[in-house]
């Protein structure tokens, strides 16, 4: 494999060492859409199998240690956090991110930080509060917030009263995180909500991260753009604000469809990366960014999915340190839009799979994460074990 000039193998190797990715409890459990949930047998039911099954994409991938949750969906108020985290411990894991849910309690059907009712906003606030001493408590150091807020009618709400009582929330919340975490606001133009939703877009999400304070960034998750939107422009102006926090990794075609990573449009993950290694190369140092996965699979089997995400983000963020960047910028001195292009499109197409085979045997992992997967007998072992723990679906399950 030609590396580029700069990029010696050593560099590329300890720079792919130090790549990783985390995957989401609620990816290996059983989803659907709005129109119904088809079960498989070997999804997860409990946090203890979602555990195993983080796990056993760790042991073929090597380079996905940490797992995040979702803490409504992973965490029974019964449960003492401490043992899920010494669970996840003795697979080898490490709680990742911590995420807050103010969706789906039926007080937040007009919104949470931005429901009219003091009492629901403060509820929806102390719930957050809660997720830091969680995260506390389980060595996290993400706190992850996404929400649903917004309205479905012109009128329904006041919009500006609405980004006030966001940016308060936030503020707040920043005001309590420990030195060792940071927080992230994603945002999502629509879905739930309809009409407007409260953080829209990326520069909503940065003004609100500026306002709650230095620890406060913006997670980018590849779903919630609208169609045509440039997504490696708005993570070049995140990377120059200081402001890129981190990753959902997925793919979408329509909206936010949470497919298994670069299996639409495998390109646009490669320009994704190249700006975050054409800035890594300018500074000399790895930007601090949280790449997280953010996967609802729902005809595929769920870690099998989740290995094909992970295998491919490694592949185009390999592609993307092949950039000759002298090439690119010689070219631009030049005006030869021709050659500049070339440059990226150049790495884009080089196999780096065989390199990737290499590396992994290098450090003991399977060659072929997948295949490795697939005769470690995972799924049919879970598939026997969980299937009897679920509902049985008779033609329609809701
Ligand atoms: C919302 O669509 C989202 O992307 C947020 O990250 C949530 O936490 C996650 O999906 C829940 O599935
Ligand atoms: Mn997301």
């Not at 088809?38 to 797992?67: E, M, N, S, Y």
């Not at 108020?77 to 039926?106: E, H, M, R, W, Y």
């Not at 993307?320 to 292009?341: P, Q």
Request: charge should be negative; proline fraction near 5%.
């Amino acid at each position: 494999m030609k590396l580029p000039h700069g990029l010696s193998e050593h560099d590329l190797l300890r720079r792919l060492d130090r790549f990783q990715i985390e995957t989401p409890s609620w990816a290996y459990a059983d989803t659907g859409t709005r129109f119904g949930k088809f079960l498989q047998d070997a999804a997860a039911v409990t946090i203890d199998d979602k555990l195993a099954d983080a796990a056993a994409v760790h042991r073929v991938t090597g380079c996905c240690p940490t797992f995040a949750v979702h803490v409504l969906w992973d965490f029974t108020a019964a449960a003492d956090p401490a043992i899920v985290a010494a669970k996840a411990a003795a697979l080898g894991l490490g709680i990742g991110s911590i995420n807050p849910n103010t969706f789906q309690d039926q007080c937040y059907k007009l919104g949470s930080v931005t429901n009219r009712d003091p009492a629901i906003r403060r509820r929806a606030i102390d719930h957050i509060l809660a997720c830091i001493s969680l995260g506390s408590r389980v060595g996290s150091n993400i706190l992850s917030l996404w929400f649903a807020d917004g309205t479905n009618y012109p009128g329904q709400g006041h919009i500006r009263q609405r980004k006030r009582w966001i940016a308060d929330a936030l503020h707040e919340v920043h005001r309590a995180l420990p030195d060792a975490m940071s927080m992230l606001v994603e945002y999502k133009p629509f879905e739930p909500a309809f009409y407007h939703t409260d953080i829209a877009d990326w520069g909503m999400a940065c003004a609100f991260a500026r306002h709650a304070g230095p620890r406060a960034k913006v997670l980018v998750d590849l779903g919630h753009h609208l169609h045509g939107c440039n997504v490696e422009h708005i993570v070049a102006f995140l990377i120059d604000e200081g402001l890129l926090g981190g990753f959902h990794f997925n793919d979408r075609k329509y909206a936010d469809d949470d497919l298994v990573a670069g299996s639409l449009d495998p390109f646009q993950l490669f320009r994704i990366f190249h700006e975050i290694v054409l800035a890594e190369r300018e500074t000399g140092a790895d930007l601090p960014i949280a790449y997280m996965i953010d996967q609802s699979e729902c005809i595929k089997p769920k870690a099998e999915s989740m290995i094909e995400t992970v295998m491919t983000i490694q592949e185009q963020f390999t592609k993307a340190l092949l950039v000759d960047h002298r090439a690119a910028a010689a070219a631009r001195e030049r005006d030869d839009i021709v050659m500049a292009g070339r440059a990226l499109k150049d790495a884009f197409a080089t196999d780096v799979r065989p390199f990737l085979a290499d590396y992994r045997a290098a450090r003991n992992l399977p060659r072929d994460p997948l295949d490795a997967f697939r005769q470690s007998g995972h799924l049919a072992r879970a598939a026997a074990e969980r299937a009897p723990r679920k509902p049985r679906n008779s033609g329609s399950y809701a």
